[in-house]
């Protein structure tokens, strides 16, 4: 029998779709300047690659886990729900950037926005969650 999904949010980044266009725009200004080059390939490539592996953080809420999926999905990160001891919205300093990133508070998992709810584990260790729906995603992880 298939858990049943109680939470399911994707957040998008405006400044890496910002980011994209701008180097998509450079992209094209260079080509348009002086044709294919090597090092346009490579940066082409290099955007396009950071923009489908950062271009989303989706959260999932099971009766079981949290399911959390960068991008595509080739980053992605499962917490058992019976592993966690407590739960609360925090918010991040903004020199803790965006990403997957170490803080003084444990591991944080980010796309944008300094709001996040931070898991403490039975030992003590902390996680945080980046998102732009925090009093919802805690609510659903208190039940």
């Known amino acids: 029998m298939p858990e049943i999904t109680r939470y399911k949010h994707r957040q998008s980044p405006v400044w890496l779709i910002l980011i994209f266009v701008l180097a998509l725009g450079a992209t094209a200004f260079a080509y348009l300047s002086q044709g ?3 090092s346009l390939v490579f940066v ?4 396009v690659s950071i923009g489908l592996l950062f271009s989303g953080l989706t ?14 999905g080739l980053i992605h990160r499962t917490i058992e729900r019976d592993q966690i001891e407590s739960v609360k919205k925090v918010r991040n300093s903004w020199w803790y950037g965006f990403g997957i990133r170490y803080t003084p508070h444990g ?3 980010n796309i944008a926005g300094l709001d996040a709810i931070e898991i403490t584990y039975p030992n003590g260790d902390k996680f945080r ?6 009093d919802k995603l805690l609510q659903v992880l208190k039940e």
């Open 129 to 134: 969650i980046g998102t732009d729906e925090p």
């Open 107 to 109: 591991w944080m998992w």
């Open 44 to 47: 082409l490539v290099f955007v």
């Open 59 to 72: 959260v999932e809420v099971t009766e079981s886990s949290i399911k959390l999926s960068f991008g595509i």
């Open 36 to 38: 294919w080059h090597v």
